[in-house]
């Protein structure tokens, strides 16, 4: 059913979880039926690695050596995202569009795609708060907007 779907393709992801090994694992087996549907028409689709959750760092199991070496292997193209934060998501889909229908970005489009920052909103209740907080001299990650 699977050569259905994907008969005539341009393009195909593998997206798998890094924090999940098992889903990586399953690559093999996709990457085969993949390679089975389009054996018969001589032109293998595009193929891309995306590897998800990369806002998960600290539970990450699947290194990017190892993704890096499947893409390369397997003549993939690769990227790495975070769907929950929307971290290079845009650039993948803008990337492997691009490369689908032959067209090279340039330098000012890929510099376009800036990574997602996250900041949390603080309001103080207390005034006297708010200036101790502008008042430290340590170095902080904190940015406040007055």
């Keep these: 059913m699977l050569d259905k779907y994907i ?22 087996d996709w990457l085969a039926a993949i390679k089975k549907v389009f054996s018969n028409s001589g032109k293998m689709p595009h193929l891309a690695l995306v590897g998800n959750k990369i806002d998960l760092d600290h539970m990450r199991t699947i290194k990017v050596d190892k993704h890096n070496k499947f893409a390369l292997d397997n003549n993939m193209s690769s990227y790495l995202v975070s769907a929950k934060s929307g971290d290079s998501v845009a650039f993948c889909f803008k990337k492997i569009a691009a490369e689908i229908l032959g067209i090279r970005l340039t330098r000012p489009e890929l510099e376009l795609q800036q990574t997602v920052l996250k900041a949390d909103i603080i309001t103080y209740s207390d005034p006297n708060a708010r200036k101790a907080t502008l008042q430290t001299k340590a170095k902080s990650s904190t940015c406040i907007i007055t």
């Excluded at 393009?11 to 093999?28: A, C, R």
Aim: charged fraction near 15%; avoid cysteine; proline fraction near 0%.
């Design 7 to 28: 008969f005539g393709s341009s393009g195909v992801l593998f997206v798998y979880d890094v924090t999940n090994s098992s889903s990586f694992d399953n690559l093999e």
